[in-house]
């Protein structure tokens, strides 16, 4: 796997608005591209959620406020008509993005900090968020109801030294595989737990891996293998490719079976890579077998999967 960088530069427009201002110098938490309408971007800052045309980029298209702290992540409904966003008080709003409108509020199962949310592909009202309070939580978003909730600190395998024992399993990252019958959470404590749907709604953990040294912070399944090949990054500064279908290569694999499951492991180390900064966001290319890392700096890394 080779890599190169691209020089970001960003440049902040001037707002005539001066009720705007206060949100200028406030950080682009969670950004996210609609699979049915490209061109569609939704970016939030602070509180808010800023829509984009990007045929005509100088302006927003429409703005949503419906969160009463800093969002976190937004996420897009695969046919384009919800977005969810994830908040520091917990709250997860699901948006009706063609009305405008707040379609519901997801509440009273996060404790604290909600870090990230996803919709599952090919389940039409099904979404599933993690926290700083351990918990992953799956919900029926057409009725606003839970359908199940997991604390991860429950499934111990902690019993290690150093970071395993330092730092705890707030769950930073979750990715859905594109048939929605996989999803990985990126835990506080460096490893990355796989979970797996049982039945229609059910999901169970499934191997851990363990390869991060530090919090696993970005997990992603590739868009050109979505079902077999998952992306980790850490505060180790290390971007580590998994194949989820294979067995072993190079010689390890970095897993641990869960209670519930006992068979052999098909999860595979293929490439591990110090990169040098900690990744703030990890993302691929269904076109090539790209990944693509933004971290602190103003670079953003471009692996190439050969």
């Known amino acids: 796997?080779?890599?190169?960088?691209?020089?970001?530069?960003?440049?902040?427009r001037?707002?005539?608005?001066?009720?705007?201002s206060s949100h200028d110098s406030k950080e682009v938490n969670g950004v996210c591209f609609c699979v049915k309408n490209p061109e569609r971007l939704y970016a939030s800052c602070g509180n808010r959620i800023f829509s984009y045309d990007l045929r005509n980029p100088s302006s927003t298209v429409c703005e949503f406020e419906f969160n009463g702290d800093e969002v976190n992540q937004v996420?897009?409904?695969?046919?384009?008509?919800?977005l969810a966003a994830c908040d520091d008080s917990g709250e997860?709003?699901?948006?009706?993005?063609?009305?405008?409108?707040?379609f519901k509020s997801l509440h009273s199962k996060h404790d604290n900090i909600c870090s990230t949310a996803q919709f599952r592909p090919n389940r039409p009202w099904e979404?599933?968020?993690?926290?700083?309070?351990?918990?992953?939580?799956?919900?029926d978003f057409s009725s606003g109801r839970a359908l199940q909730e997991l604390d991860v600190q429950e499934l111990g395998g902690?019993?290690?030294?150093?970071?395993?024992?330092?730092?705890?399993?707030?769950?930073?990252?979750?990715h859905m595989a594109e048939n929605g019958r996989?999803?990985?959470?990126?835990?506080?404590?460096?490893?990355?737990?796989?979970?797996?749907f049982e039945g229609k709604k059910k999901f169970v953990p499934d191997e851990r891996l363990r390869k991060h040294?530090?919090?696993?912070?970005?997990?992603?399944?590739?868009?050109?293998?979505?079902?077999?090949?998952?992306?980790?990054?850490?505060?180790d500064c290390r971007i580590i490719l998994w194949n989820l279908s294979s067995g072993a290569c190079n010689g390890t694999s970095g897993t641990e079976h869960s209670q519930e499951t006992k068979e052999a492991s098909s999860v595979s180390v293929v490439h591990d890579v110090e990169h040098g900064s900690k990744p703030n966001w990890i993302t691929s290319s269904s076109l090539t077998q790209d990944i693509f890392v933004a971290d602190l700096t103003n670079e953003i890394s471009v692996y190439r999967v050969t």
């Open 127 to 139: 979404i599933v968020t993690g926290g700083m309070d351990f918990r992953v939580v799956s919900w």
């Open 92 to 102: 997860i709003k699901v948006i009706d993005v063609e009305s405008g409108s707040l």
């Open 75 to 82: 996420a897009i409904h695969d046919k384009g008509k919800f």
């Open 158 to 174: 902690d019993n290690h030294e150093g970071a395993y024992l330092v730092n705890p399993p707030f769950v930073h990252s979750i």
């Open 14 to 20: 001037d707002d005539p608005n001066p009720a705007r």
């Open 213 to 235: 040294s530090s919090s696993a912070t970005q997990v992603h399944f590739t868009r050109f293998s979505p079902n077999d090949v998952l992306v980790s990054g850490g505060d």
């Open 182 to 196: 996989m999803f990985a959470a990126g835990l506080g404590n460096g490893t990355i737990q796989l979970f797996r």
């Open 1 to 12: 796997m080779w890599h190169y960088r691209i020089l970001f530069v960003t440049a902040l």
